[in-house]
């Protein structure tokens, strides 16, 4: 871990000197910041927040955050707060687990006061599990039978389930725990799911465990079941928020 710090510390000082006083504040977020990171299956998640949207220096940003992507780094998310403050409504998901889960690295820590709205996040919980449902659906039917294709869309299900069930706990005003696995067991169970099965898909996915045809088949049929019940439930929050109107 002191070696990840000590990397991390470099990539800001290295943006700090590129960017000068157009940059206003950097923040780390994703895995390492949940003390989740893993050297094999996670990448290093960083957030400058510039003061404008001049994109001159971008060719040498470009030069930089590839260098940087080979020790580990993922391209860094560079937004500048009119961006954030319009957006919002838009990603209100993705600003949550930034919100709950970061550190700030340099300048203001301005991700601690985003006003995230519940009804933005039911929404988007609602699209990304109906979305989900539907994928799911089209590729039991395209790619049924092949295990290597039916397991990658499995796998790059996990982070989804991860950021749903966080927005399902917020609006239901529980606090999100920090740990991935008791944010799957609390919102599955909010929701009335198997948390085995999105456990057993986060597990698959950091252990990069392979699967066999049947296993594939398996999973998959067990997922389509219980994205069917996540999407009746988030019906349910629609309703219900409906009601109150």
């Not at 977020?29 to 949207?53: P, Q, V």
């Not at 994109?55 to 860094?76: C, D, M, N, Q, V």
């Not at 919002?88 to 820590?109: A, W």
């Amino acid at each position: 871990m002191d070696n990840l710090q000590v990397k991390i510390d470099d990539a800001v000082e290295l943006w700090k000197r590129f960017w000068g006083k157009n940059l206003e504040a950097v923040a780390l977020y994703g895995s390492a910041a949940r003390a989740e990171w893993s050297k094999k299956s996670s990448d290093i998640n960083l957030l400058l927040l510039l003061n404008s949207d001049d994109h001159s220096l971008w060719p040498k940003a470009a030069e930089i955050a590839r260098r940087k992507s080979r020790k580990g780094f993922a391209t860094p998310l560079i937004l500048t707060r009119n961006y954030i403050k319009s957006s919002l409504d838009v990603f209100p998901i993705e600003f949550l687990d930034m919100k709950l889960f970061h550190k700030s690295l340099h300048g203001e820590d301005f991700l601690a006061t985003l006003e995230i709205e519940s009804e933005h996040l039911r929404l988007q919980a609602e699209r990304e599990i109906k979305g989900k449902w539907v994928q799911f659906r089209q590729a039991a039917l395209e790619r049924g039978g092949e295990t290597s294709a039916m397991r990658s869309l499995l796998m790059m299900s996990v982070p989804t389930w991860v950021s749903v069930f966080q927005a399902l706990i917020a609006v239901d005003g529980q606090e999100v725990p920090i740990k991935k696995a008791e944010v799957m067991t609390l919102g599955a169970e909010l929701a009335g799911v198997e948390a085995g099965l999105f456990i057993e898909l986060m597990e698959i996915r950091r252990t990069k465990r392979s699967l066999n045809r049947s296993a594939a088949w398996n999973l998959l049929l067990r997922t389509l079941d219980q994205v069917a019940r996540l999407a009746r439930f988030a019906d349910s929050l629609s309703t219900s928020h409906e009601g109150r109107e």
